[in-house]
């Protein structure tokens, strides 16, 4: 079993998700869109699943929103702290 193929951090879907909804992808580059990432996850917790199927089954649509909600506030906290500290670092 490969673990790093088998297992994955649920919320890693919801951040990429919300960063391409929000398009922020067209307005910074892929250095700062990394930062992005590590920096929103950092301060979200694991949801560690096999299958997107998985979370489908058992999350309520409250609890859906609430992860949606927890993903929207991690990105703008990480946001504004890469543009507070770097500056905008547009592509």
Same mark, same amino acid.
């Given at each position: ?10 919320? *890693? ?6 960063? &391409?909804?929000? $398009?922020?992808?067209?307005?910074? =580059?892929?250095?700062?869109? +990394? ?16 299958? *997107? ?6 999350? &309520?649509?409250? $609890?859906?929103?609430?992860?949606? =909600?927890?993903?929207?506030? +991690? ?17």
């Amino acid at each position: 079993m490969f673990l790093d193929l088998d297992i994955h951090n649920y919320y *890693e879907h919801l951040v990429i998700e919300n960063i &391409s909804k929000r $398009q922020l992808d067209m307005h910074y =580059d892929k250095e700062f869109l +990394a930062d992005l990432c590590c920096l929103s996850l950092s301060n979200l917790p694991a949801r560690y699943i096999r299958h *997107e199927i998985d979370m489908a089954f058992y999350l &309520s649509s409250t $609890q859906r929103q609430s992860m949606c =909600d927890e993903v929207i506030s +991690a990105i703008d906290d990480a946001l504004n702290y890469l543009t507070r500290q770097n500056g905008t670092a547009k592509a």
